[in-house]
């Protein structure tokens, strides 16, 4: 049997000043959003999920810039990136790494799969079979993956980024709700408006925008913000504010699922994080309530009345009920300052 792997730990950087979080962030969103134009929310939203060690969802339909939006998050950061491309006949084995027995050695030697990166680019993960998807359940929430009885630590940050198709479009299989628990965030590209379309056709006639895309943070400088991130402050009412919110989807009459306390967790982590991103050293109920729809929605299962069902602007229900609930929560008018 091999031994377990050994990750070696760069040294500790000191976090870095929330200023400083919010310049390199913004120059990140620029640099993606010269492959990916007018999505500044999804594009924001996926930078939120990274400085949160989270992970991310993205789900539409195909060809609207899923897996380009992915790829160029990656490229801007200087760290290893892997990309799995789920199909049916995909194997549990092939995302995780499996044993190879080794003539020269007579012994087992275990061959990393490509989960075993920084960020880990999931295509079409509703493509695969639920076996399959459950591979990722251990590596997403305990950073680890366990093969022949020995663990194996997985680089830290370590997050993924899956995109799916809509369950109804033909070969896919639903999450189940605990994989869908995994992902910190879920979020939806939407067709680009005609001017950003104009432009797409204009930068790709010759060539791929991202071809050229080159990272504008390193590994370390990423780790330095993540860690600026933890001190965000998080004063007593925000969070009994998201735990009103969790609460109270728990309850709601339209769901027969509601969120769960990892949930609410993440939901701290993520607004942290968009603190941050807005150069704050605090976190505000505005930031609890921006991400409260690509947090939570994804988490909720509806009842029998409400599946499938839209809102008046076309939207899915499901979202329309996570807004309503926000509406409905009492705002705290405790200090959200450190005192």
Known sequence: MSEPMTVTE???????????????????????????SGKRDAVTAALTVLLAEGHLLIEDVPGVGKTMLAKALARSVDCTVSRIQFTPDLLPSDVTGVSVFDQ????????????FANIVIGDEINRASPKTQSALLECMEERQVTADGTTYRLEQPFTVVATQNPVEMEGTYPLPEAQRDRFMARISMGYPAPVDELDMLAQRETASPLDS?????????????????HLVFTSQPVKEYAVELARATRDDRQLRL?????????????AKAHAAMHGRDFVLPDDVDALAVPVLAHRLVPTS???????????????????????????????????
């Open 258 to 270: 509601g969120a769960s306390p990892r949930a609410t967790l993440q939901l701290i982590r993520a």
């Open 213 to 229: 895309l080159q990272p504008v943070v390193s590994l370390d400088e990423l780790r330095a913000m993540i860690a600026a991130v």
């Open 104 to 115: 020269s050695s007579r012994r087992f030697e275990f061959k990393h799969g490509p989960v």
């Open 10 to 36: 760069a040294p500790a950087m000191p976090p870095m000043g929330i200023a400083e979080v919010g310049e390199r962030a913004a120059a990140v969103v620029r640099n993606v959003e010269t492959v990916i």
């Open 305 to 339: 009345r409400a599946v499938g069902g839209h809102d008046r602007d076309g939207g899915p229900l499901i979202d329309a009920i996570v807004r309503r609930v926000v509406s409905e929560t009492p705002v705290p008018v405790g200090s959200a300052r450190r005192e």
